[in-house]
């Protein structure tokens, strides 16, 4: 694991500059995003950098870190600086893991192994995507000894559900984040007006497409109405990537069907919108995993998440991607911080674009925070080492901001002072 100094880091890019160098990754969000986009394909970036609707929340996830300023207080001797964590069971080196980010293949060829592999660089933990365009044994190899966890999105097959936890432990996942805000797809504007959905490409599949207990379902007579499709191009070209994207190979594929059985089946099978508290217990006799709910933004349901015994609380609106119009991720953490009363973790993501930002929720209560789609940038700009560079700066960028704030460690962190304006 590759230690980071932030005064290094920072030094680096300075002395680097002075011979004529410049980094590969921006520093400034904005234009983070305005490099990888160059790189992406429209449909790809309408997916990654998209929200629902008006993309609302989106823009109130932005704005409100804004409300929330910290007091940074004087002469209190920053020279020894720690950011380490405990983390489910494990010591991070800084309050940071890298969320979980479906159908990644759209960003990098190498896609989730490129992002685990930098992970286990910087020694931070990886959530695998359900939705992940690499099987999460694959990535569990990439990361060894790095904590990873799994993150479910409860499909219409318990089978599938159990096996899929089996597989979790099997890869030696520190914890189970249960997503529980996508009983649907949100409606996402930008996807809608370019009719695009990478899972009908068989895109973001992986973990199904792997599964011996989904590959018995895709048997199954399917009895969902089929949509009626003309022979176009268009047609074509999705059968052929639903084909190339299943394993093996493509002209078995396409001489049994299989691709396009799989995407219909994941189609029937992916979520299940009539899941409810009481559904939990499931869960929890399938597991011995820690159970981390994500998508928490009421301070109610993190006392009824309590109640049923879960070992995390992960607050989320996804990014805005699914309720337009929502409160932000950071504004619901205090209240949701008062009513866990520290019983345990509670992890934050939606917005997050530097150490300010995560500084504020580690003030406001926040056990770590979960990077999204700025290491999809980095990884659409330059693959693993982009993941790596870009790490390293919100690495240094949270040490920096925590030591001109005067804390020298995380406990200071959560004893300082962030006001509401
Ligand atoms: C392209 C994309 C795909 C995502 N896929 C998943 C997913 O498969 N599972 C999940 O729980 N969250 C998923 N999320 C939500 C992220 O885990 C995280 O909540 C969100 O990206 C945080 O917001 P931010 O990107 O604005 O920081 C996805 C987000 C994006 C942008």
Same mark, same amino acid.
């Given at each position: ?5 932030? !005064? ?42 998209? %929200?629902? #609707? ?24 920053v020279?020894?600086r ?5 983390f ?13 980010i479906g ?14 592999? $930098?992970?286990?660089?910087? #020694?931070?933990? =990886?959530?695998? +995507?359900?939705?992940?365009s ?7 190899? &990439? ?31 520190? %914890? ?23 899972? !009908? ?25 089929k ?25 078995k594929?396409?001489? +049994?069907?299989?691709? !396009? ?8 099978? =992916? +979520? ?7 559904d ?28 049923? %015994?879960?070992? #995390? ?14 409160? &932000? ?33 580690? $003030?406001?209560?926040?056990?770590a ?5 700025? =290491?999809?940038y ?24 925590? %030591? ?18």
């Open positions: 694991m590759r230690k980071i100094n932030a !005064l290094d880091r920072q030094r680096t890019v300075y002395t680097q500059g002075a011979t004529g160098k410049r980094q590969l990754i921006p520093f400034q969000p904005n234009l983070l995003a305005q490099a990888a986009q160059q790189r992406m394909s429209p449909a790809a970036w309408a997916y990654i950098a998209g %929200g629902a #609707g008006l993309e609302q929340t989106m823009s109130a996830n932005a704005s409100a870190f804004d409300r929330w300023r910290i007091v940074p207080r004087m002469l209190r001797d020279e020894q720690d950011t380490g964590t405990a489910f069971g494990h010591t991070i080196p800084a309050p940071l893991f890298l969320a979980p159908v990644l293949e759209m960003v990098h060829p190498e896609a989730d192994l490129a992002v685990a592999r $930098a992970a286990r660089q910087l #020694g931070l933990p =990886y959530v695998f +995507s359900n939705q992940a690499v099987p999460m044994e694959h990535c569990a190899a &990439a990361m060894e000894n790095t904590p990873h966890l799994f993150q479910l999105y409860w499909s219409r097959s318990n089978d599938l559900v159990v096996h899929f936890l089996q597989r979790a432990e099997a890869a030696g996942c520190s %914890g189970l984040v249960v997503t529980l805000d996508t009983t649907m797809l949100g409606w996402r504007t930008r996807d809608l007006d370019m009719a695009s959905l990478p899972f !009908l490409q068989g895109k973001g599949i992986a973990q199904y497409s792997s599964d011996p207990v989904f590959r018995k379902l895709m048997a199954e007579p399917d009895t969902s109405p949509p009626s499709t003309r022979l176009s191009w268009d047609a074509i070209r999705t059968l052929i990537q639903a084909n190339r994207n299943f394993p093996g190979s493509f002209w594929n396409l001489r +049994s069907g299989a691709g !396009l059985q799989a995407v219909r089946t994941f189609v029937r099978l =992916y +979520s299940r919108p009539n899941i409810t508290w009481a939990l217990p499931f869960l929890r006799e399938h597991t011995r995993l820690p159970i981390i709910l994500k998508g928490i933004l009421h301070p109610d349901d993190a006392r009824k998440a309590l109640d049923y %015994g879960v070992d #995390g609380i992960y607050v989320s609106n996804h990014g805005g991607r699914q309720v337009d119009g929502s409160i &932000a991720a950071i504004e619901a953490l205090p209240a949701i911080v008062e009513t866990v009363r520290e019983r345990v973790p509670v992890l934050i993501d939606s917005g997050f674009r530097g150490g300010a930002d995560v500084f504020k929720a580690l $003030a406001l209560g926040a056990t925070v979960g990077i999204g789609r700025p =290491y999809c980095a990884l659409a700009i330059n693959g693993q080492a982009g993941v790596e560079e870009l790490l390293s700066n919100w690495m240094a960028d949270f040490e920096i901001t925590m %030591g001109l704030s005067g804390c020298k460690n995380l406990a200071e962190v959560r004893a300082a002072a962030v006001v509401k304006i």
